[in-house]
């Protein structure tokens, strides 16, 4: 809740006019409880989570050849009851495990300095800080992967999330409860780190579930913005991980490619890439002579 009572209070606060983003923002949120505005969280999953990966399941579902030729696995055809169930048992695991944790550890998103105040911050310091966040929870989820890579993790935890051995939009946050309490320690490692305004706060999780949402779409579109961005792993990358399933030692990282770089763990990946390259080439070759 805004420490103002008006706008002209508020401008006589900073000694300027608002912006009218900032105008906007006092209209909403200047009586409302910080607490609320934080759970607006829960609503922004539930939201996303629904409505990001429908068309292209409905597109697959009904009419798959104009996205067929995409397809990473193109011999595995998605069902819709296989798509309510994924849906139904995420929408069901956050109701048990993450919306109660999300419920009570408001004090602590207070305590780091999350703040819902103006003034607003700029688009540069939003970007910066929104880079921070991407980073940090990429390197510390990369090692939580890998861990439940091991032999007891995968059993007990991690074998649920890979059940999809193609993945689907879907099923980006399909797994234990105990995984997606786990992994949820990195996503709110950056903003412990770096505090950030709530409008921030809320745009990270957007675009950390809409990018995991795109990684695991099962589909590698060429005109994908994402492929703009450097050492971006896209769907192709993390489908590969779910392609060789328990065994898979290669490509734990959630977003970028670097730590599977540096720590050598992409080399399946990159032999896999290789030998596809050949066989297409020797594929070429023979249809040349042909005509």
């Known amino acids: 809740m805004l420490p103002y009572s008006t706008l002209a209070e508020a401008e006589v606060m900073f000694g300027r006019s608002l912006t009218a983003s900032e105008m906007l923002w ?7 409880p910080d607490y609320i505005l934080y759970y607006h969280n829960i609503l922004f999953f539930y939201v996303f989570y629904s409505l990001v990966p429908l068309p292209l399941a409905l597109l697959e579902l009904w009419a798959p050849q104009v996205v067929s030729p995409y397809k990473i696995q193109r ?17 069901y695991v956050f ?9 009570i550890s408001y004090p602590m998103i207070k ?8 003034p607003l911050p700029s688009l540069g310091e ?18 939580i992967h890998r861990l439940l890579h091991s032999k007891w993790g995968y ?38 780190i770096a505090p950030c305004h709530m409008i921030t706060f809320w ?28 050492f971006y792993g896209g769907a192709d990358y993390h489908d590969y991980h779910h392609y060789i399933g328990g065994q898979s030692q290669s490509n734990f ?31 070429d070759g023979i249809d040349a002579k042909r005509v």
């Open 26 to 32: 006092f209209s909403y949120s200047s009586r409302m």
């Open 75 to 91: 011999n595995v055809n998605l069902k819709s009851a296989s798509v309510f169930q994924c849906y139904k048992n995420v929408v």
């Open 95 to 103: 109701l048990l495990a993450v919306w109660p944790l999300q419920a």
């Open 111 to 118: 305590l780091v300095g999350i703040r819902t105040s103006l």
């Open 126 to 143: 939003m970007a910066a800080q929104l880079a921070v966040y991407f980073l940090i929870e990429d390197y510390f989820n990369y090692w």
């Open 155 to 192: 059993e007990k935890i991690h074998k649920v999330h890979h059940e999809f051995s193609a993945p689907i939009g879907f099923a980006a946050p399909y797994a234990h409860w105990a995984e997606v309490l786990i992994l949820g320690i990195p996503s709110f490692l950056g903003p412990a």
């Open 203 to 230: 745009l990270w999780f957007v675009l950390r579930q809409v990018e995991a949402i795109d990684t695991h779409s099962g589909y590698d579109f060429p005109l994908n913005l994402t492929k703009c961005i450097p």
């Open 253 to 283: 990282a959630s977003v970028f490619t670097y730590c599977d770089y540096i720590y050598g763990t992409d080399k399946g990946y990159r032999y896999h890439k290789a030998h596809l390259a050949k066989l297409k080439e020797l594929k």
